[in-house]
Structure formats: structure tokens, C-alpha cells
């Protein structure tokens, strides 16, 4: 099963990077994550009634729910890079895991949209990227407030690995001149 998700998740990623998003390049990076989402929902939607009826048995089972979170993260790390937004760091695992779990929130109410505009998806699509930009703007605020003290703990570490490794290097040493048999300093080998 998960290698056939998996696969499927691949043909709309691809289906989605197809497309160009260098027309919204000046555009701010929520409009241009929005964009990208709404041609994933786009690639999706000829298999539409098939998520419906997968989506249930899904979501009972949590080996799969797993498995899915896993192949999310992996979508919507070419989500954030087709809108040109950063995916590395400790912002960008929160940005993955956030978008795929706003994401889910926004396909289920995608599959129960009938309305002709999509427009109750549009909303929940506005308002899951606008919640998740306030809360990576906190945690932004946190990094940057934080910055000092993970950079005094990082010196710390780093010190603690240097003696660490030369103590290392003294008892190596010490091994070393016991395996040789260098008695010089034992005044009773002489």
C-alpha cells in the first residue's frame, strides 16, 4: 500500500513542478505557497471520489498515517521550493510538518466542496496559510530570541568534545607506551 501511495504522491508532485510559478515571483510568500497548493488540488482533483473513499481507512490506521506523514513532509518540501520559500533548518522541518498538517485539515474540507468556485477550500486554504504564517513568525521570534543562548550552549559543547578528545588522546598515548614496553621512567627496569 505505502509503495503505491507513494508513487501516486510522486505522479502529482510531478505534475505540480510542471508547472511554472515564476510569474509570481515578486508576489509575497504566502500568495506564492497558495498557488502552488491550489495546482497540487488541481492535480488531485481527477481523484477526487478515490481519496474520498481512501481517506477514512487511512486515517484508522496509524502505521499509515505514519507512512503518509512521511511522504507529506517529502511533497511539500517541493511545495515550499516551487514557491521559493526555505525548507532547511530547524524553521524549515516546522514548515513541512506544519504545511502537511494544514494541508490535511484543507483536503478534507476540499473533498466535501461541491460549490462550483471551490470558494469554502479557498477559505480554509487562506486561513490555514494565514494561521501558519503567525505561528512562523513566533517561532521565528523564538530563534532569534534564543540565538544567544543555543550559540553559548554550542561553545560549550564544542569545548567539552576538545577535552574530551584530548583526554582521549592522553589515555591513547598512555595505551600506547604500555604496549611498547617503555620502561625508561621505571626505575626498576633499569
Known sequence: KGAILGGFLRLIDRKVLAESADDLAGEPAKDRLFDVLMRR??????YKE?????????????????????LALNSHRYSLAAAHIPASGPLGALRMQGLAIGFSRVIDVWLHDETP???????????????G?????????????????????SGLRDVRRGLKSRAEERRDSRRQKDRDGDYRDDPVAV
Not at 504564517?133 to 550552549?153: I, S
Open 50 to 70: 478515490s481519496i474520498r473513499k481512501l481517506r477514512p481507512a487511512l486515517m484508522r490506521d496509524p502505521a499509515a498515517l505514519f507512512a503518509l506523514n512521511g
Open 41 to 46: 488540488l488541481d492535480a488531485l482533483g481527477p
Open 133 to 153: 504564517g503567525q505561528m512562523l513568525d513566533r517561532a521565528e521570534d523564538v530563534m532569534r530570541l534564543t540565538a544567544p543562548l543555543r550559540a553559548f550552549c
Open 117 to 131: 468556485d471551490q470558494s469554502k477550500t479557498l477559505a480554509a486554504m487562506d486561513k490555514m496559510l494565514t494561521r
